[in-house]
């Protein structure tokens, strides 16, 4: 059966908007989640990584306690932000020029929450910048091993054409969720109630996997909006699936932290990067016709490489393998990280990396031919009795 089956026999929910649900503006995206704001779902980050890595539960079914930055973290922050903003704002116009050229002015985006959603507003900003254009901008819960989910396309699929849809992300890692909108849209084709059919290209402000073939840059460098969990995202949680929360015909959950409003940098985020628009729609002119004409096709390098530490350090999951900045950052953020790996020419955009290992205790390894500015391994074959600064009592 597909996962749409039976979506239309039910009316389908509306969106949430800002204010009522998520610190960014009404126009700037419509989430497609259920509001889960007064549900217990946050557990302890070892009772959790232990469930996880057991079989007991799935990532999805829970949320990790929401990390409160330090004052030095959060100057770590400021500081990355006012360095990095003319090259985001460049990787972001590229990316809209791109994705323009692929759809269409009528194009749909679908940002994958909560990474894709600073992604996607600033995006719709870019657009509505250089071309005038206010596009429709959607936030949907992808879950790894669940898929995308049902009802947010049906939604989609009954308001617009969805061959206009783009789902948008912030980065690639690995490409594990490139796989996963794969085989979920595939799946959601098959559904003899869709007329249309939605594509499975994925853009994406940093494609550092080298994964996709629609995206900004494929540098690994520092995205601020990386930095932080909520709190650059418009105060939502990462997305939930659970039975218990979750029924038939209701899009996948979040909650929404507004008592987290005093430390929210989610619209500052996005209008620091808005306002360098200006200084480098020249170069996003000429780059993004470079990027078009230029090598783009995918060679799946990150995957291989992910592969290759996963042996190297005895883990044997490649779901305990996170490259790339954005990913090493969540690791040390809401799991249980076992060592980190950094390459010593990359360090100097690396502070916030360093201090959160520091603050956790993790060992941090220099690799000088690492094909990732860093990289996060979690904790393998987790329990709470894990002894050892290093973890290897865990897989002896």
């Known amino acids: 059966m597909s996962p749409a089956s039976g979506v239309r026999d039910r009316p389908l929910p509306p969106p949430l908007h800002g204010p009522g649900f998520g610190s960014y503006l009404a126009d700037d995206v419509a989430w497609l989640l259920t509001d889960l704001s007064?549900?217990?779902?946050?557990?302890?980050?070892a009772e959790r990584e232990e469930a996880i890595q057991s079989g007991a539960a799935h990532y999805a079914e829970s949320l990790p306690?929401?990390?409160?930055?330090?004052a030095e973290y959060?100057?770590?922050?400021?500081?990355?932000?006012?360095?990095?903003?003319?090259?985001?704002?460049?990787a972001v116009g590229v990316v809209t020029e791109l994705v323009?050229?692929?759809?269409?002015?009528?194009?749909?985006?679908?940002?994958?929450?909560?990474?894709?959603?600073?992604v996607g507003v600033l995006m719709r900003r870019w657009a509505r910048f250089a071309h005038g254009l206010d596009l429709p901008h959607y936030s949907v819960s992808?879950?790894?091993?669940?898929?995308?989910?049902?009802?947010?396309?049906?939604?989609?699929?009954?308001?617009?054409?969805?061959?206009?849809?783009?789902?948008v992300d912030g980065w690639t890692g690995k490409g594990a969720i490139t796989r996963e909108l794969t085989a979920a849209v595939?799946?959601?084709?098959?559904?003899?109630?869709?007329?249309?059919?939605?594509?499975?290209?994925?853009?994406?402000?940093?494609?550092?996997?080298?994964?996709?073939?629609l995206f900004g840059t494929r540098s690994d460098f520092l995205i601020p909006s990386a930095c932080l969990n909520s709190t650059v995202s418009g105060l939502i949680s990462r997305t939930v699936l659970n039975d218990r929360w979750i029924g038939p015909g209701r899009f996948h959950g979040a909650k929404f932290y507004a008592d987290l409003a005093a430390a929210d940098v989610s619209r500052r985020f996005v209008d620091t990067v808005a306002e360098r628009f200006e200084?480098?729609?020249?170069?996003?002119?000429?780059?993004?016709?470079?990027?078009?004409?230029g090598e783009r096709t995918p060679t799946w390098s990150g995957w291989s490489a992910v592969r290759r530490i996963s042996a190297e350090y005895g883990i044997g999951d490649v779901n305990l393998v996170k490259p790339g900045v954005g990913e090493t950052t969540r690791v040390l953020l809401r799991r249980v990280p076992w060592r980190i790996l950094v390459r010593p020419d990359a360090i100097g955009e690396l502070g916030h990396v360093l201090l959160l290992a520091e603050q956790r205790g993790v060992p941090v390894d220099h690799v000088d031919d690492l094909p990732y500015s860093c990289v996060g391994l979690i904790h393998p074959r987790y329990t709470r009795g894990s002894v050892g600064a290093d973890g290897r009592a865990a897989v002896s």
């Open 74 to 90: 959060r100057e770590l922050f400021d500081r990355a932000l006012l360095r990095s903003a003319d090259r985001v704002a460049h």
């Open 65 to 70: 306690i929401e990390y409160q930055p330090t």
């Open 186 to 213: 595939e799946a959601a084709n098959a559904s003899p109630e869709r007329s249309g059919r939605f594509r499975a290209d994925l853009a994406v402000l940093a494609d550092t996997g080298r994964c996709v073939e």
């Open 100 to 118: 323009l050229d692929a759809r269409g002015p009528e194009v749909v985006l679908a940002s994958l929450a909560r990474a894709g959603t600073p």
């Open 142 to 167: 992808i879950v790894r091993g669940r898929g995308l989910d049902p009802v947010a396309l049906a939604y989609l699929a009954d308001r617009h054409d969805p061959e206009l849809v783009m789902f």
């Open 279 to 293: 200084q480098v729609a020249d170069a996003v002119g000429r780059d993004w016709v470079r990027r078009r004409e």
């Open 38 to 45: 007064q549900a217990e779902l946050e557990s302890p980050t």
